[in-house]
T-cell receptor
């Protein structure tokens, strides 16, 4: 299983763009890259997923270079409500036996 | 939007007692997961079901933990006897294998405190 490495914590201010980078040097061919957000006392919530290049949805963008050994989650114009823990996961979840392993995540603190 | 239901939301029990958690996944989701999350850490996978079959329980402490999904729908996770170190959030997740939009849908968990 591919292991991920991401910063333990980050600080930002309201209105700024936040980029969280995750390293996954041992990513396998069938692995997808998925990001989750978790607020205190809640379950993680899916943000975005990608395989290569760039993926964008209504809340975030995901940038994946050609070698796929890292990925960057980009949150545009963050607000106080974006304060949460963000997890980067790598795995072949489409397989019946695929599973996603969580690391420690990145705690993002957004300040006014 | 459909949700994964978990109960109870909170549970306080004394060590050596038995405790059980219940999860009802999103309708039609064949794969169900139980995770344990200790405060300040990421969720740790305990067991994975595909329909009613266990796919992976390599991280489940089988001397005290058990999990079942008898009809391939809802699931129960049991701890007997509970120990102080079992205090954590127990999260259930489900997924529609083969779809691309959202791999895991999580419930809001059961917060267990063992005293």
């Amino acid at each position: 299983l591919a292991k991920t490495t991401q910063p333990i914590s980050m600080d930002s201010y309201e209105g700024q763009e936040v980029n969280i980078t995750c390293s996954h040097n041992n990513i396998a061919t069938n692995d997808y890259i998925t990001w989750y957000q978790q607020f205190p006392s809640q379950g993680p919530r899916f943000i975005i997923q990608g395989y290569k290049t760039k993926v964008t949805n209504e809340v975030a963008s995901l940038f994946i270079p050609a070698d796929r050994k890292s990925s960057t989650l980009s949150l545009p114009r963050v607000s106080l409500s974006d304060t949460a823990v963000y997890y980067c996961l790598v795995g072949d979840w489409k397989s019946n036996t695929g599973k996603l392993i969580f690391g420690q995540g990145t705690t993002l603190q957004v300040k006014p | 939007e459909a949700e994964v239901a978990q109960s109870p939301r909170y549970k306080i029990t004394e060590k050596s007692q038995a405790v059980a958690f219940w999860c009802d996944p999103i309708s039609g989701h064949a794969t169900l997961y139980w995770y344990r999350q200790i405060l300040g850490q990421g969720p740790e996978l305990l067991v994975q079901f595909q329909d009613e079959s266990v796919v992976d329980d390599s991280q489940l402490p089988k001397d005290r933990f058990s999990a079942e999904r008898l009809k391939g729908v809802d699931s129960t996770l049991k701890i007997q006897p509970a120990e102080l170190g079992d205090s954590a959030m127990y999260l259930c997740a489900s997924s529609p294998v083969g779809q691309l939009d959202s791999p895991l849908h999580f419930g809001n968990g059961t917060r267990l405190t063992v005293t």
